[in-house]
């Protein structure tokens, strides 16, 4: 379940990359919005299926693990230290960080609230 899922989401992150690449000097906005909407996503899901057997390796640790990407943050951030743009590396850095955590909480919380409305 883990491989099929990651493998749908990392086809559909590598696609995204290509549609919408990122100049060397620029800021990531391809890696900077995969990375939030899919922490927006896992906060959404793991509040409504828990720990289902199938769904949540499926549908979290898979496509949206897949999806989602560290490797491409750091090296993102990486390329814009070797270009010259500290300023950039660390706004990336720091502001990807408190974004994904603020979109899993809100993710969480409309979880909880599609949960309560699905009851």
């Not at 800021?27 to 919005?33: I, N, Q, V, Y």
């Not at 994904?100 to 009851?119: K, N, P």
């Amino acid at each position: 379940m883990v491989a099929v899922g990651g493998a749908a989401g990392a086809l559909s992150r590598y696609g995204l990359g290509l549609a919408y690449p990122t100049a060397p000097r620029a800021f990531p906005w391809t890696t900077f919005a995969i990375n939030v909407g899919g922490c927006l996503l896992i906060g959404v899901l793991i509040s409504i299926v828990g720990t289902h057997p199938v769904l949540r390796p499926l549908l979290g640790t898979g496509v949206l693990g897949g999806f989602t990407t560290f490797s491409a943050y750091v090296v993102d951030a990486q390329r814009l230290l070797h270009h010259g743009e500290p300023g950039k590396a660390v706004l990336y850095l720091g502001g990807t960080l408190i974004s994904a955590l603020a979109a899993t909480y809100a993710g969480h919380r409309i979880g909880d609230v599609l949960r309560r409305e699905e009851a």
